[in-house]
């Protein structure tokens, strides 16, 4: 399988704990993109990455997440101490510059106890 | 900035009727529309989008879309559905001519399709 994969596919943590999840993306795609989505809602932006340069962040990224993408290649979102609102279904999505179609992974989702 | 607004957050239907999923933007500059679709516990698939030409817009598994700039809508249809069309619907909009492609996504439409 060539697309893009997200590991794991579900994580539970309690309150306080540190999470890290990755993105695979299409291995010639030099863009990534994190969002989140939460219950009853579209996917909302986090950041995003061309090659190995965090080029946006939003506001929705506080202090307490942090995502890198060593090399260009595969992509991490680390959340620091995890509150509850932090539940939600975590999406990477690749997309090659240029072109115009971001292709989405399965998704990680989040539960914090 | 860009807003998409899905004003039916669940639209149920028979199996053979036909459906239509609203969606309505807002944006400054021009932008391009996207459909897509999720399945439980999968992640986004596009469905299909606009990006110029003709207005009207067709997926490979009957669905289509008509982009209207003066009513700033990009509605979805299709004209008999499957049970296999239970999903999740998101319309997405990007702005045109930048290298930032950050999609902007409604609220989604969960598409219910009963025998």
């Known amino acids: 399988d060539t697309g893009v994969s997200q590991d794991p596919r579900h994580k539970i943590t309690k309150r306080g704990q540190n999470v890290t999840f990755r993105c695979d993306p299409i291995?010639?795609?030099?863009?990534l993109y994190w969002y989140r989505q939460t219950l009853g809602q579209g996917p909302e932006f986090l950041t995003y990455?061309?090659?190995?340069?965090?080029?946006?962040k939003s506001r929705l990224l506080s202090d307490r997440f942090s995502a890198e993408r060593p090399k260009g290649s595969f992509s991490t979102l680390e959340i620091q101490r995890t509150e509850q609102g932090d539940s939600a279904m975590y999406l990477c999505?690749?997309?090659?510059?240029?072109?115009?179609?971001?292709?989405f992974g399965p998704g990680t989702r989040l539960t914090v106890l | 900035a860009q807003s998409v607004t899905q004003l039916d957050s669940q639209v149920p239907v028979f199996e053979e009727a036909p459906v239509e999923l609203r969606c309505n933007y807002s944006?400054?500059?021009?932008?391009?529309l996207f459909w897509y679709v999720q399945y439980p516990n999968q992640g986004l698939q596009l469905l299909l989008k606009?990006?110029?030409?003709?207005?009207l817009v067709e997926s490979i598994n009957g669905f289509e879309a008509e982009f209207n700039k003066s009513q700033t809508s990009f509605h979805l249809r299709k004209p008999s559905v499957h049970i296999s069309d239970t999903a999740e619907y998101f319309c997405?909009?990007?702005?045109?001519?930048?290298?930032?492609?950050?999609?902007?996504f409604g609220t989604g439409t969960r598409l219910l399709v009963s025998p």
């Open positions: 291995s010639e795609h030099n863009r």
């Open positions: 944006s400054s500059v021009s932008v391009y």
């Open positions: 990455f061309q090659n190995e340069a965090q080029l946006e």
């Open positions: 997405a909009v990007r702005p045109m001519n930048t290298g930032f492609q950050k999609l902007v």
């Open positions: 999505a690749s997309i090659l510059g240029g072109t115009d179609t971001q292709y």
């Open positions: 606009y990006l110029s030409g003709s207005t």
